[in-house]
């Protein structure tokens, strides 16, 4: 669990009961931190790419 009460792994708040292992996190539950992972990465590839033109 997380400082503000919420997953890691889902980013739901956290209630008595919830876990679930590493295979569940996939497909039919919603990612917060994956989406912000690849849009991180996604700005950061293309900002090498906008670099890459002015050098
Ligand atoms: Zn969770």
Same mark, same amino acid.
């Given at each position: /669990?997380?400082?503000?009460?919420?997953?890691?792994?889902?980013?739901?708040?956290?209630?008595?009961?919830?876990?679930?292992?590493?295979?569940?996190? #996939? #497909?039919?539950?919603?990612?917060?931190?994956?989406?912000?992972? /690849? $849009?991180?990465?996604? $700005?950061?590839?293309?900002?090498?790419?906008?670099?890459? $033109?002015?050098?």
């Amino acid at each position: /669990m997380q400082d503000d009460g919420t997953c890691p792994v889902c980013g739901e708040q956290v209630i008595e009961g919830h876990a679930h292992s590493d295979a569940e996190t #996939a #497909a039919d539950e919603k990612a917060p931190w994956h989406f912000k992972l /690849m $849009v991180v990465a996604l $700005v950061l590839y293309l900002g090498f790419r906008l670099v890459d $033109v002015f050098i």
